[in-house]
């Protein structure tokens, strides 16, 4: 089973400041791998998919790099809205599953 | 505009059953593998079950394999979980998801969930 490892476990950045947020896979998932945002109280949201590709509606600020075992989200510059809990996930082949890093929280400086 | 609405969440005893549904809009309904994913609260996403969208393929999670069914019917739009010998640590939001594309492993819709608890 791939186990997905997100690093910090918590952000503390101000607003307009540069978040980088990591996940790192126990083995190379290639570019399969996908963020989502989730804000208390609601469902997680998809931010990028295929490693590095936005999903339909997301801010330009939002960006997703790499490939293989390790990946990096970044939000350029910190709006209000973008502090919530981020998630990175992929799917394996065997044992056939999805799973889910344990989550970074983006919280207010 | 995609949609979908999970529903039949509740209380139940330990060792109980229930049976949730997702009703989906929007969208070519038969053409898009489906899963259940559910959040315990204050902790993060697991992934429950998903299906292909002709229903011809299902994978589980090894917490839930034996005691939960998913299944789905096409003619209604409808995704189902049946859970059965339910446990506490099955209390959790549970949200259905569709799959993006076939390739691509990422959940671009979320229902809103429904909660389930399980508790004496």
């Known amino acids: 089973e791939i186990v997905l490892t997100q690093s910090p476990a918590t952000l503390s950045l101000s607003p307009g400041e540069r978040a980088t947020l990591s996940c790192r896979a126990s083995?190379?998932?290639?570019?399969?791998l996908a963020w989502y945002q989730q804000k208390p109280g609601q469902a997680p949201r998809l931010l990028i998919y295929d490693a590095s590709n936005r999903a339909t509606g997301i801010p330009a600020r939002f960006s997703g790099s790499g490939s293989g075992t390790d990946f990096t989200l970044t939000i350029s510059s910190l709006e209000p809205e973008d502090f919530a809990v981020y998630y990175c996930?992929?799917?394996?082949?065997?044992?056939?599953?999805?799973?889910f890093g344990q989550g970074t929280k983006l919280e207010i400086k | 505009e995609v949609q979908l609405v999970e529903s039949g969440g509740g209380l139940v005893q330990p060792g109980g059953s229930l049976r949730l549904s997702c009703a989906a809009s929007?969208?070519?309904?038969?053409?898009?593998?489906m899963s259940w994913v559910r959040q315990a609260p204050r902790k993060g996403l697991e992934w429950v079950s998903g299906?292909?969208?002709?229903?011809?393929?299902?994978d589980y999670a090894d917490s839930v394999k034996g005691r939960f069914t998913i299944s789905r019917d096409n003619s209604k739009n409808t995704l189902y979980l049946q859970m059965n010998s339910l446990r506490g640590e099955d209390t959790a939001v549970y949200y259905c998801?569709?799959?993006?594309?076939?390739?691509?492993?990422?959940?671009?819709?979320w229902g809103q969930g429904t909660l389930v608890t399980v508790t004496s």
């Open positions: 083995q190379s998932v290639g570019s399969y």
């Open positions: 299906m292909s969208g002709s229903g011809g393929s299902t």
């Open positions: 929007g969208f070519t309904f038969s053409s898009y593998a």
């Open positions: 996930q992929q799917r394996s082949n065997w044992p056939p599953a999805y799973t």
């Open positions: 998801a569709k799959k993006y594309s076939s390739s691509s492993p990422a959940f671009d819709y």
